[in-house]
């Protein structure tokens, strides 16, 4: 929920509805950057413009402070996709592609998720255990009739449903999680409207419009 739904504009709930959020912000970004024991709330609170020790009055300790930072972040996900995705009647084809083209800005506009998930699962933490419980693993739950559907459909290839998430996953996210690195090899910058959007359209040729010629196969 955004700071503007939890309190009308001006009040005092407001403004600490947006201190709020922006510590969090600011959390996710150190622990994006430079995982778990590597960030420092000193530092986070620094990056609010808020006294370390109101950091510590509202989450306790880091520990918790991670753990509000990535709710905030899966509530934020769910909230951006849910504005961005079309409502209009389409087909399960069109529907698809709407959403790749959402969660794909989605990626491109926080690249913080993906990398903050990135240090956790190398280290297969128990703060991962955490949030696969209880926001990513429901979350592939969610999907997985979906995705079943489409192989059913013939829009997926008939593969694992592991495989599928996890490749189309990490089609939306990695040029934006290695933005700077894509900005060296290829002088691209990841954050420009024009490059999503042809990013976006790449993926969904490369899944659903590209065929091999018939020559080729063989």
């Given at each position: 929920?955004?700071?503007?739904?939890?309190?009308?504009?001006?009040?005092?709930?407001?403004?600490?509805?947006?201190?709020?959020?922006?510590?969090?912000?600011?959390?996710?970004?150190?622990?994006?950057?430079?995982?778990?024991?590597?960030?420092?709330?000193?530092?986070?609170?620094?990056?609010?413009?808020?006294?370390?020790?109101?950091?510590?009055?509202?989450?306790?300790?880091?520990?918790?402070?991670?753990?509000?930072?990535?709710?905030?972040?899966?509530?934020?996900?769910?909230?951006?996709?849910?504005?961005?995705?079309?409502q209009?009647?389409?087909?399960?084809?069109?529907y698809?592609?709407?959403?790749?083209?959402?969660?794909?800005?989605?990626?491109?506009?926080?690249?913080?998720?993906?990398?903050?998930?990135?240090?956790?699962?190398?280290?297969?933490?128990?703060?991962?255990?955490w949030?696969?419980?209880?926001?990513?693993?429901?979350?592939?739950?969610?999907?997985?009739?979906?995705?079943?559907?489409?192989?059913?459909?013939?829009?997926?290839?008939?593969?694992?449903?592991?495989?599928?998430?996890?490749?189309?996953?990490?089609?939306?996210?990695?040029?934006?999680?290695?933005?700077?690195?894509?900005?060296?090899?290829?002088?691209?910058?990841?954050?420009?409207?024009?490059?999503i959007?042809?990013?976006?359209?790449?993926?969904?040729?490369?899944?659903?419009?590209?065929?091999?010629p018939?020559?080729?196969?063989?």
């Amino acid at each position: 929920m955004t700071a503007e739904a939890i309190a009308p504009p001006g009040s005092r709930a407001r403004q600490k509805a947006e201190t709020k959020a922006r510590i969090l912000q600011c959390a996710l970004d150190a622990f994006a950057e430079r995982g778990f024991d590597g960030a420092s709330v000193r530092d986070i609170a620094a990056a609010a413009g808020v006294n370390h020790g109101l950091i510590k009055y509202h989450f306790s300790d880091k520990d918790r402070l991670w753990k509000a930072a990535v709710d905030f972040l899966f509530e934020r996900l769910h909230r951006e996709l849910d504005q961005d995705i079309s409502q209009a009647d389409l087909s399960p084809l069109e529907y698809l592609k709407d959403w790749i083209r959402g969660y794909v800005h989605y990626c491109a506009r926080h690249p913080e998720h993906a990398r903050i998930m990135v240090q956790e699962s190398i280290r297969d933490s128990d703060r991962l255990s955490w949030a696969v419980d209880k926001h990513i693993k429901p979350d592939h739950e969610r999907f997985k009739p979906l995705n079943e559907a489409y192989m059913r459909k013939g829009i997926y290839p008939k593969i694992t449903n592991y495989s599928m998430s996890y490749i189309l996953v990490a089609a939306s996210q990695t040029l934006f999680m290695l933005g700077p690195e894509v900005q060296r090899v290829y002088g691209v910058d990841v954050t420009k409207d024009d490059v999503i959007d042809a990013h976006a359209d790449a993926i969904i040729t490369l899944f659903f419009d590209h065929k091999a010629p018939p020559d080729e196969v063989t």
